[in-house]
């Protein structure tokens, strides 16, 4: 019932940031002490296993994956949580992608994960800077997750910035492979996850399309794209004179 009140409480409360933050702080004060906990239990046990000399490397590597997935779980809210500038700005389109990829270069190439970049220059939104670089870096994990579930061979990343009459088209196109129908369909519910159920909850995707509809009056798509998957978002142009 909690779980169903918090999504609930999330999705009224999108249009009024101030109220989402304080909803973002109840969700992390609920969240810390059971991970705090969880955590506590993982340190008991792996002392009384070595206490008695149990080296089961079986046992070791769930109790390590038990940790990553509650340090994944508070990082998840705590990056939506920051992910608030509390104003908007002009911002260069190219210019902000860059940054992005450049504080996430690391991460990605200890995967083995090639990018390809491809933007339009002089192309500019009003928005939030910080909202929408944590919308891009949670398509980026989304896609390494993939390429890790699916072990992918020679993953690689496009990702295109360009322009229509009305629209900056942003895509991120992966080749791990393509989404069935039936995933395409509940990618962005909140509790929708192609993991198992203790790896997590679906809520980054359902949280970036949410904040870019209702903060950024723009969308986010997915559909299948050769041998993978491209999700694309759209901001329209001119709101408000400003783009």
Known sequence: MKQI?????????LKNVPKL?????????????????????????????YELHVNDAEIMEMLSQIEEITKEMSRSIDDFRGCFSKEKRTILLKNLLL????????????????????????????GDEQLFKQVIITLLDNAKDAFISR??????IKISAKSDENFLIIDICDNAGGMSKSIR?????????TKHSSEGTGLGLYMAKKLLE??????????????????????????????
């Open 99 to 126: 940054d992005i990829l450049k504080s996430k270069h690391l991460d990605l190439q200890e995967c083995g994960i090639e990018i390809g970049f491809d933007a339009e220059e002089g192309e500019q939104f009003f």
């Open 21 to 49: 933050q304080e909803v973002f702080a109840s969700v992390a004060h609920q969240w810390r002490r059971p991970l705090t906990q969880i955590n506590s239990i993982i340190g008991n046990l792996d002392n009384k296993l």
């Open 5 to 13: 009140n918090v999504d609930i409480d999330i999705s009224d409360s």
């Open 151 to 156: 072990n992918t061979y020679k993953p690689h």
């Open 214 to 243: 209702e903060q950024m009056n723009a969308t986010l798509s997915v559909s299948n794209f050769a041998d993978g998957s491209c999700f694309k978002i759209k901001i329209l142009k001119d709101q408000d004179g400003k783009n």
């Open 185 to 193: 369909k509940r990618i962005f519910e909140p509790s929708f996850t």
